[in-house]
């Protein structure tokens, strides 16, 4: 025979009822059916208790609306009227009595424990009745007749030798039927959770989520050959569905594994539950009454095959942690064993002990609403020693989260708690307070509450429990580049997902508009329509927002030119979310923010890049970085760093004049939204600079010596006057440009960086636009491409040369991709 219990949403509406009627009938052997009460109707039973116990009449709204949902039920799962009948004059019977109990509260305005335990117990008496009616001949049996608890340190405690031998008696019959195929397979229809108090006779329970314990409890018994939990997620997964999207059903658990992460708040099986059948070898089987034909978790005792070291991450909500100390600790005998004995004595129950090493403090894990009486009663059993001052009253600490990783293979596997300690660090995550058990099946951790769902999804991500990693994107800015790069992750996010395991989820886009944020990912079919209705853009608010998502592996990547974009990257870098930027404003700001952002994300973990800052896509800045990181010296940089100017000096001919040329690189979108930042050197400078610093040299703007092709006055009135003005010049250049020609000479806006090679810390800036004679490696650079040529002690009397297309929407965009890649570390 077997023990099938279906929880709370498995019998919470006719649909799902009529799946159970199904599941259970399908059965091959005879069952004992556990069920918890009607999803809710716990919760609501507690709820309405209060209400009458406050003197609130409208409880009896609240009492009403549960016999309603109870009726319905009935009508729909129950058709036949004569079935009918005979149902509701068992269900009604029970309303009425539980309607009077209730009555009682609110006259009397009293609410004892004994009396709100026999209220709660209404929710599975009444489910377990309408069940047994509706299951093709099943029989009721009440467990408040055959499992008792007793009190022991204030809490209702199963009595098992009395328990056992009750249940055995109560399904004797039935046991004696065993599993022949043609004998009718009979089912019972226990109510869970209820039990009765074995001296006083009292209605009592197992706990909230305490029918699981009663199907075990009866599986044990019974020597049942498999306990099913039925429920509403595809078995025990990897963490919580409803935390971590990627979560997914484990295949098989052992059940050392499977209570620890029950001990840790996995609510997917009750915690006791656990252990009566594991005493008994009988593996439980976790499965979906909504989706029955997934296979979900086997928990027996040994797993084969089995090679992660993590199998699950569990956690609990509103944690205290108390911390006991004080200098006459040290050495002394005993004073855990009082805490200990103090604590229990009050019932309080510690899910976690952290020791130093030194002896003078020990913290101890307790439920938040347990926190107080727990300070109360150790601060009177440490008295004397508080008032002599050898230790320090309680400290508490409320409003934490207590995470733990569970898996019985970390035992053979050395650098876990390294891994999971520094991943935690790199995301910012502080822990408050650490255990692992001398039998290393699980490392547990305190950590502020406000840290729990980026604790765990990080966890999930880098253990690979996840079936792909996740990296969050925030993309600012959809002008050419940013409208491209969402275009190209729109395009590759399927292939990455499917080749490399790698999910990139774009939780944050902005424009000048607006911006919108959504931390399960944009839709990017629809990105457009979406922003639109998002907030009306506000920088500051956009990077509170960022900041409080406090979302897991995660980049900004800056499309902009804004200067007001690059004053976040400090503070993004500092609650440790990488920056991407295609935007060379910060790179290219005073040297000292420039090293501080540098230090602050290697101080965080996380990442700056802003390869597409000089060259678009081509592989320049990691270059120098290599070389001189292997120990190279860069001598000297001579380079063509603006697509634009190149595109303008190439286009310039007897019948494009300068000013064409101009408005053309505009239209082909080479140039800067402002085309001035172009002609005036200063995107140029910005490169050279960035260039300089990468290379090891500590330079400024300022510090850039400039030759420049367009005076002065044109930068200084409006953009529009700008472009009024500019044909003026156009007699000028194609008399400077005929003469070129004859000499057979092109113009190029060369930037170079020299190093003294006497005095190597000393070295001169210049931009200047140069004529270069045919043969020049320069003379022939077509289009808006760039080129950098370096000179170093390695590549001295060839230099290094770097070329390709340095200006461009999709290049551009590729480059950003490329570094948003790289810090995906795939
Ligand atoms: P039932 O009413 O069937 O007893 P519960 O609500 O008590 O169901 O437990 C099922 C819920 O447990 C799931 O809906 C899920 O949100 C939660 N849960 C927490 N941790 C896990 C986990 N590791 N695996 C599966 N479910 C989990
Ligand atoms: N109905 C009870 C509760 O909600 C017991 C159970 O569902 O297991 O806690
Ligand atoms: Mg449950």
Redo the contacts with the bound molecule.
Sequence with gaps: MKVM?F??TSVGSAESILSVKKIVEASEEPVVVVV??LGG???QLLNTSRQALAGEPRYIDAYNAMVSRHHQLIDAIIPDADKQVALLKTVDSLLDDLKSIYQGVFLIRDLSEKTANAI?SY??RLSACIVAAMMHGASFHNALDFIKTEKKNDVNTLVTTLTYDLVRKEFKHFRSIGNDRQSPRPIAVVP??ISTDNETGEIT??????????ASIIAAALDATILEIWTDVDGFMTADPKVIKTAYTINELSYVEAMELCNFGAKVI?PPTIYPVCVKNIPIKVKNTFNPEHPGTLIKAKIENDDKPIKGISSIKGTSLITVTGLSMVGVIGVNRRIFTTLANKGISVFMVSQASSENSTSIGVRDEDAEAAREVLNAEFAKEIETGAMFPMQVESGLATIAIVGENMKQTPGIAGKLFGTLGRSGISVIACAQGASETNISFVVDGKFLRKSLNVLHDSFFLSEYKVLNIFICGIGTVGGMLLEQIRTQQQFLMQSRRLKLNVVGISDVDNFVLDRDGIDLDNYEKILRAGYPANTEHMRDEIVKMNIFNSVFVDCTASRQIAMLYQTFLEHNISVVAANKIAASSDYDSYLKLKQTARDKGVWFRYETNVGAGLPIIGTINDLCNSGDKILKIEAILSGTLNFIFNEIAADVPFSETVKRAKEQRYSEPDPRIDLSGTDVIRKLVILTREAGYKVEQDDVEKHLFVPNDYFEGSLDDFWKRLPELDADFEARRKVLEAENKRWRFVATMEADEQNPASFKTSVALKEVPYGHPFYGLEGSNNIVLLTTERYKEYPMLIQGYGAGAAVTAAGVFANIMSIANI
């Design positions: 219990k929880g709370g918890s009460a109707i716990t919760d709660v929710g599975e869970g959770f329970n197992l706990g909230r989520g305490g029918s699981d314990y009663t009750y």
